[in-house]
Nanobody
Framework: QVHLVESGGGLVQPGGSLRLSCAAS????????MAWYRQAPGTKRELISL???????YYADSAKGRFTISRDFAKNTMFLQMNRLKPEDTAVYYC??????????????WGQGTQVTVSS
């Protein structure tokens, strides 16, 4: 069974930094794209950043220039370095991955989320 476990969230002051990690386990097929989403209270879950198997990346406008996504392919682990954090970055951050079981069969999986709170 696939498990995604996030870590690294917490309370940080505005302007501070956090590094989130997501470790994927139980993978018996091909791990595809990995991504970070976040959801603040009363809002929809939104895509923050994505990293493909070719290491190409995508960032939402809110993350550009402040967040950096990376991946350790050997360890099925993904990271999100968040700098210059703002109060509006406060949310639960979720890890997401796609697993390809065949050329036409893929499934997505979510982690349980980690809380990030930016406040003075």
């Amino acid at each position: 069974q696939v498990h995604l476990v996030e870590s690294g969230g917490g309370l940080v002051q505005p302007g501070g930094s956090l590094r989130l990690s997501c470790a994927a386990s139980g993978i018996s097929a091909t791990l595809g794209d990995m991504a970070w989403y976040r959801q603040a209270p009363g809002t929809k879950r939104e895509l923050i950043s994505l990293i493909k198997n070719d290491s190409s990346t995508y960032y939402a406008d809110s993350a550009k220039g402040r967040f950096t996504i990376s991946r350790d392919f050997a360890k099925n682990t993904m990271f999100l370095q968040m700098n210059r954090l703002k109060p509006e970055d406060t949310a639960v951050y979720y890890c997401y991955c796609t697993i390809w079981y065949s050329a036409r069969n893929r499934q997505g999986y979510w982690g349980q989320g980690t809380q990030v709170t930016v406040s003075s």
